[in-house]
């Protein structure tokens, strides 16, 4: 009886809890990320490539004392994510420009003073069709329905069923294959937080755990394929995705966005 009274309670011990001075750091490194993200916008427009947009991450990152999370990261070559269209993540920056009516996610990880801070936007390339933006709208919507779900004491559960019923209302799938993660004092770590499935199951969150929440939502099936690059991964049916992300911290009462 004991046992099924812990399950899934947090185990301690396995950088699920971070201490004030963690937590501010982490806060910190999002902060960056935000400010980067801040600059893509103010530069990114049709014929712009891929390419640009890392380097722009890249110098503005280091100029910051920083370091780009993802360069090298388990091989990937580029200093930013760049997932446009029908890339649902781990979209290479390449040379191919931006065209009107584009959309685009730009995932950015800064490692600053051994701490780190995830998040990404959508961006929308020249006049996108009514149908993009409202995907654009709706994957954010879902994003910020499933912070909603962060307080202590729910699941994680909680944070999926939220997200999974307001992406399907609107015709919506969810990617299954990805999810958001703990973060903070490594780029990956526990939990993994899956965005569908039913609520009242799953981890249960306790205040100072930090993670991402970053729904992946297609506009057609929830069904996705690894391409031969090994990191770029696009819908199995080409319908286009959209994602958001944000770095959250459960508090006392309930949730504290740290890249906000």
């Known amino acids: 009886m004991e046992q099924m009274k812990l399950e899934g309670y947090p185990v301690p011990g396995r950088k699920l809890y971070k201490n004030e001075q963690q937590i501010a750091g982490i806060g910190r490194a999002c902060q960056l990320s935000k400010q980067i993200l801040e600059m893509v916008r103010e530069k990114i427009n049709v014929g712009i490539t891929t390419n640009e947009i890392n380097q722009w991450v890249h110098e ?10 993802t360069l090298n990261y388990e ?17 290479i920056p390449n040379d191919t420009p931006l065209e009107d009516g584009d959309i685009i996610n730009v995932d950015v990880t800064s490692i600053l003073d ?21 995907l654009v709208t709706v994957a954010r919507e879902c994003l910020y329905l499933g912070i909603e779900q962060v307080k202590p004491f729910n699941r994680i559960g909680d944070i999926a069923y939220a997200i999974e019923q307001h992406a399907n209302r609107h015709g919506y799938s969810v990617v299954q294959d990805y999810g958001g993660h703990g973060v903070g004092l490594d780029f990956h770590e526990e939990p993994f937080v899956q965005h569908y499935g039913d609520r009242d199951c799953g981890m249960v969150l306790v205040p100072n755990m930090v993670f991402t929440i970053e729904p992946m939502i297609n506009a057609g099936s929830y069904k996705c394929k690894k391409l031969r690059d090994g990191w770029t991964t696009v819908t199995r049916d080409g319908s286009l995705s959209a994602q958001w992300e944000h770095t959250v911290r459960v508090t006392e009462t309930g949730v504290e966005i740290l890249s906000e």
């Open 60 to 69: 503005y990152t280091i100029e910051h004392g920083a370091i780009p999370a």
């Open 114 to 134: 051994g701490y780190y801070g995830d998040v990404s936007q959508m961006f929308l390339v020249g006049e996108p069709s009514q149908e993009a933006r409202e």
């Open 75 to 91: 091989g990937f070559p580029k200093s930013v994510c760049t997932s446009l269209n029908n890339v649902i993540c781990h979209g």
